[in-house]
């Protein structure tokens, strides 16, 4: 696919695009339709977890996470197109993660899209995930390029400015683990369940923030990076110190740890917005912040981020807490989007455990290095 900037052809029907996902823990598909005059409506929008068949490990297992996508992605499909009252011959266009992600996972989806594509002779729309993510405000909200970007979940952290589709220039990123990261291993660590992130939430609710000395990650430190590694091993230095820990204590680990990671978040984004308005300083405030992947939808991050918003003259968007994570909506967004701008695949585009969305930052400064797969990120 071409992600040079392209002008939106001139749509002279209504589109139809149905977006598979599949890159992790939950198969995923949605039906979007957008008319001539750019509205668009959700037809439909099916998620289904593995959160049962991963429990018992405290985490994804990557075969059984692809075994059940194999097993689930074809009944989805039909479920997604009786709950739109539609057939192939409707769909326009077929979008499917083709990564990042787990490459097992990621497979599922695209193979399933490519299948599709070529019994119906539509067109193939190969989606980078996170582009699903940083386009993903926009299935709620008419937010105009440019804008600030902050993507936050359990494999990345990164700050970005989306410039167009495709378009993106990459501010910061994380050095070693993903904020999501750390909220699941605390989690995991105090045996707290699984999914980690929103169980070590619902406990913080009722803790001591201030009763563990935790640090604040990379604080003082220019630039807009993050690490998350640091604090994870902090969090479990003071919980092995606990004797017989209680609910009280696990409470009071859980809102440090939570407070610690939304302050970062805080602080790091705070620098990106003071280059976003050096980078565009014509556009009028309040000037586009978006927030997206799973982390977003952690309530005190989101009020720690509003908070550095608005006092730099930005407004914080971030989707509603159904595509906060990883859902198809935004993978069907995001094929509808290259779509119109005449952007299609061929059937031989790869999956792709790694895709950063700026492929020339990723390369010419990789925050966390490369491998014989190409920058991590």
Not at 75 to 81: I, K, M, N, P, R
Not at 224 to 231: K, Q, V
Not at 250 to 274: E, F, Y
Request: aromatic letters at 4%.
């Amino acid at each position: 696919m071409d992600l040079a900037p392209a002008s939106p052809t001139t749509q002279e029907k209504t589109l139809t695009v149905l977006g598979l996902e599949s890159s992790c823990d939950e198969t995923a598909a949605a039906i979007l339709r957008r008319a001539p005059d750019g509205s668009q409506e959700i037809l439909a929008d099916l998620v289904l977890g593995q959160n049962d068949a991963h429990a018992p490990f405290g985490g994804v297992v990557p075969e059984i996470a692809a075994r059940a996508h194999v097993e689930a992605i074809d009944g989805l499909v039909v479920e997604a197109l009786k709950a739109a009252k539609l057939t192939l011959d409707d769909i326009d266009g077929f979008a499917a993660t083709a990564g990042p992600g787990l490459v097992g996972g990621v497979m599922a989806a695209l193979m399933t899209a490519k299948a599709l594509a070529l019994g119906t002779g539509k067109p193939l729309i190969a989606v980078n995930h996170l582009e699903g993510h940083a386009l993903s405000p926009r299935l709620s909200e008419d937010v105009a390029f440019p804008y600030l970007l902050l993507l936050v979940s359990g494999g990345h952290t990164q700050l970005l400015i989306a410039e167009d589709v495709g378009v993106y220039h990459r501010l910061g990123s994380t050095i070693d683990d993903a904020a999501g990261e750390a909220f699941d291993k605390t989690a995991k660590v105090m045996g707290l369940g699984f999914p980690g992130g929103p169980a070590l939430e619902k406990f913080a609710q009722t803790g001591d923030v201030e009763r563990f000395a935790l640090p604040t990650p990379l604080r003082g430190r220019p630039g807009c990076d993050f690490s998350f590694a640091g604090l994870k091993t902090a969090a479990r230095q003071v919980w092995d110190k606990l004797d017989n820990p209680s609910d009280q204590d696990r409470a009071d680990l859980s809102a440090g740890v939570q407070s610690a990671i939304a302050k970062s978040l805080a602080q790091r984004s705070g620098r990106a917005m003071d280059m976003f308005v050096e980078r565009y300083p014509n556009v009028a405030e309040p000037r586009p912040f978006l927030v997206a992947g799973g982390v977003a939808a952690n309530k005190a991050v989101r009020s720690a981020l509003s908070d550095a918003a608005t006092a730099r003259g930005f407004t914080m968007t971030a989707p509603p807490m159904k595509w906060c994570t990883d859902n198809a909506a935004m993978i069907a967004l995001a094929g509808m989007e290259h779509l119109v701008r005449g952007q299609t695949d061929d059937l031989d585009a790869a999956a792709r455990p790694r895709w950063p969305l700026d492929a020339q930052s990723a390369k010419m400064n990789p925050a966390i290095g490369a491998g014989r797969k190409g920058p991590k990120a």
